[in-house]
């Protein structure tokens, strides 16, 4: 049981640094305002993104969530291991909903319903 718990973290670890580094970036692009319109000020603009903290820690969370994922894919089978990463947009969509105040329409529900009955049943096989 102790084994199955701990291949099943692996899984569940590449989901919320993948959902952590969404929302971080998310956050810190929002704080730094509107890409520019001219060339020299959108590489000004991708150079303070890729030095900003937040960034970099969404970054981070990234390599984390690759890193739990090699180590995954020693434990399950793709087929079975892959549709869970089907919940990043599930928890994405709860929390931009949440914390940036972003609209859920009815076929967007529909489609997170839709994701979490198919991963409830590719679990189940």
Same mark, same amino acid.
């Given at each position: +049981? $102790?084994?199955?718990?701990?291949? %099943? !973290?692996?899984?569940?670890?590449?989901?919320?640094?993948?959902?952590?580094?969404? @929302? +971080?970036m998310?956050?810190?692009? @929002?704080?730094?305002?509107?890409?520019?319109?001219? =060339?020299?000020? $959108?590489?000004? %603009?991708?150079?303070?993104?890729?030095?900003?903290?937040?960034?970099?820690?969404?970054? *981070?969370?990234?390599?984390?969530?690759?890193?739990?994922?090699?180590?995954? +894919? =020693? $434990?399950?089978?793709? !087929? *079975?291991? %892959?549709p *869970? +990463?089907?919940?990043? /947009?599930?928890?994405v969509?709860?929390? !931009?909903?949440?914390? *940036?105040?972003?609209?859920?329409? =009815? /076929?967007?529900?529909?489609?997170?319903?839709?994701?979490?009955?198919?991963t /409830? /049943?590719? !679990?189940?096989?």
């Amino acid at each position: +049981m $102790k084994d199955k718990l701990l291949a %099943y !973290s692996t899984i569940f670890i590449t989901i919320a640094c993948t959902v952590f580094g969404q @929302i +971080m970036m998310k956050w810190r692009v @929002i704080g730094l305002g509107p890409l520019p319109a001219d =060339t020299n000020g $959108k590489v000004q %603009y991708v150079g303070r993104a890729l030095l900003d903290p937040g960034i970099l820690a969404g970054l *981070f969370a990234g390599l984390i969530a690759a890193a739990s994922w090699i180590v995954a +894919m =020693t $434990k399950f089978p793709l !087929s *079975f291991a %892959y549709p *869970f +990463m089907g919940l990043n /947009f599930v928890i994405v969509v709860l929390i !931009s909903r949440v914390v *940036f105040n972003e609209p859920i329409s =009815t /076929f967007r529900a529909l489609g997170v319903g839709l994701i979490v009955l198919g991963t /409830f /049943f590719i !679990s189940r096989s």
